[in-house]
């Protein structure tokens, strides 16, 4: 057996997938995905529950009883900030609707913010990151995938600065969800020992918030706006 030591530097794309509230994959009709290679920048937080400490001392004021909860993981927090603004993709992560034109089948184009809908939105989040100084291996480059199987309750990055430079929107106090059923997956994002393209070799556990590990599967292709989402057989 040998452990693989990785150095990833930067980010190439990332897929974003909508969500029911439960946190299932929506396919076909009415699902979305999309691929982008707008992120600036992605920031993952981790929050705890504060242990409990018990401290007791004797009558001698020696202390007779120590003892600390372990801490437990509350969820992950994410905050992204965005440097090519896709509508559909601000939409499905902070869960404001969209804005169309007037187009017989219409073409969106901007973003209504709604109070009763901001925050109200359930994603998922993969992203492929290059490693640094790793050589191909067959022709393959090898990248660190990383999936946060459910990430909900985005809402719109403050403040937003507009001055004489690029604006950038952002997603900001997105956190992870559980229990997730996200299992293997709906895209292959590895492969096998056959080379075969593959979806992830063993399910996300419920009370696993994310996963990274070696790909040398090629990462999906960047494009504006949302595609159905067609499961891999």
Do not use: H
Not at 16 to 31: E, H, P, Q, W, Y
Not at 158 to 170: C, E, W
Not at 172 to 187: I, L, R, V
């Amino acid at each position: 057996m040998t452990t693989e030591c990785l150095q990833p530097v930067g980010g190439t794309v990332a897929r974003v997938i909508k969500l029911d509230a439960c946190g299932n994959v929506l396919t076909g009709v009415g699902s979305c995905q999309v691929v982008t290679d707008g992120f600036i920048s992605v920031e993952r937080a981790a929050e705890y529950a504060d242990p409990d400490q018990f401290v007791v001392k004797n009558w001698a004021g020696r202390v007779c009883l120590r003892k600390r909860t372990e801490p437990q993981l509350l969820w992950y927090t994410y905050n992204i900030q965005l440097c090519n603004v896709d509508v559909d993709l601000y939409s499905l992560m902070t869960g404001n609707p969209v804005v169309t034109d007037d187009a017989i089948t219409p073409n969106n184009i901007g973003i209504s913010t709604r109070t009763s809908l901001m925050g109200t939105s359930n994603f998922s989040l993969e992203m492929w990151l290059p490693l640094s100084s790793e050589p191909c291996v067959g022709g393959l480059v090898p990248y660190l995938y990383y999936v946060a199987p459910w990430v909900q309750q985005g809402t719109v990055s403050t403040p937003l600065t507009i001055a004489n430079g690029p604006v950038n929107f952002g997603i900001q106090g997105a956190k992870s969800g559980d229990p997730s059923p996200w299992g293997t997956g709906p895209f292959n994002v590895q492969k096998n020992s056959l080379s075969a393209n593959v979806k992830l070799f063993t399910p996300i556990a419920e009370d696993e918030p994310d996963r990274w590990f070696r790909t040398t599967l090629a990462p999906p292709t960047a494009a504006c706006g949302c595609t159905t989402v067609t499961p891999d057989a």
